[in-house]
């Protein structure tokens, strides 16, 4: 599957940006779909993951509350809804999908990644 992330750019603290990741070459639907993040000099960290059901898993310590992961099977689109956003979310945001029905919050569960979109919130 090839997955296409988009909807990144500059926001003002405070702000929200809703990012998209579309998937080609086999449905969505037979995946879980996740979005991590990496800051400049950071390592990779996870943001939020949902199942074909609509089970969801977000990182509580930085987003819960701000962020939400939502799907669109029939779009084959996962979308990362971001509202008050701080100047420390400022990341490249990937999108990726792992096989099966079981989300996860580590990266080396995932099969497939985007190529990213960075999110630049201004303080």
């Known amino acids: 599957v090839q997955l296409q992330a988009s909807g990144g750019g500059l926001v003002q603290a405070g702000g929200s940006r809703r990012l998209s990741c579309a998937a080609s070459g086999r449905t969505f639907a037979d995946y879980v779909g996740g979005w991590f993040r990496q800051a400049p000099g950071k390592e990779r960290e996870f943001v939020a993951a949902i199942t074909w059901s609509g089970g969801t898993m977000t990182n509580a310590d930085s987003v819960k509350g701000r962020f939400t992961i939502s799907r669109d099977n029939a779009k084959n689109t996962v979308y990362l809804q971001m509202n008050l956003l701080k100047p420390e979310d400022t990341a490249v945001y990937y999108c990726?999908?792992?096989?099966?029905?079981?989300?996860?919050?580590?990266?080396?569960?995932?099969?497939?990644w985007g190529q990213g979109t960075l999110v630049t919130v201004s303080s």
């Open positions: 990726a999908a792992r096989r099966g029905t079981s989300y996860s919050d580590h990266a080396y569960d995932y099969d497939y």
